[in-house]
């Protein structure tokens, strides 16, 4: 019990003394993961809506293999990062390994299966006589698919909740990509394994809360935003 009261004290200590080192991590941390979801959104919210709203062949077998990657681990995806990113890589040319732009292409490609699954099962879950509607008075592909994801927006936020949850807690991605370079690419995930990794527990917890307070604070956020459209 001392080790969590210490681990608390510490946080607030910490966050209270601008603590470069632990301010650089939360920055890299809420900058990286914010891009990814924005970016998983504008992909994933069109995917996902065709694959809800069409039928066509092959469609199971391709919400088979998007389900699948929902609990896809983060290490495998951090490891096909780093070999497509590597000088050895096909992707090795661009410099883009040990850098904040690759921990971003490593984190869309988690959260992208979870915002196409759940925007798929809420166009599905959409009463069917809008788009009988929409289409009796001659709407186009582009006003079916925004008036859709406006009835569905609810359900749309607790996907983008869902997946931004995913990606602000990763480490494989973070660790393998970006390499826990200080004041560079360390998040707050990477910072807390390598202090723990020293035997650092009570920073290791300290950051902890630092990253549940950041999370939380993302989810009041967000929360607030579903009221407000509720109004």
Known sequence: MNLLT?????????????????????????????????????????????????????????????????????????????TMFSNAGPLGGFGLLFTQKAIIIGQIFLGLPIIIALTASQVEAVDKRLYISLKGLGASSKQILTATLIEARF????????????????????????????????TVTTAIALETGKGEFVTGIALGLVLFVVALSVNIALSMLKRKWTQ
């Open 6 to 82: 210490d681990g608390f004290n510490e946080a607030i200590a910490l966050l209270a003394s601008g603590n470069e080192s632990v301010y650089s991590a939360i920055t890299t941390t809420v900058t990286v993961s914010s891009w990814s979801l924005m970016i998983s959104l504008l992909i994933g919210l069109p995917l996902g809506f065709l694959l809800g709203y069409y039928n066509f062949p092959g469609k199971p077998a391709v919400r088979t293999i998007v389900d699948t990657f929902l609990a896809f681990p983060t290490v495998v995806i951090g490891l096909i990062a780093y």
């Open 155 to 186: 359900g749309l936020m607790t996907a983008a909740m869902t997946a931004y949850g995913r990606i602000i807690t990763e480490i494989g991605i973070s660790m393998m990509v970006g390499g826990n370079i200080k004041y560079h690419t360390r």
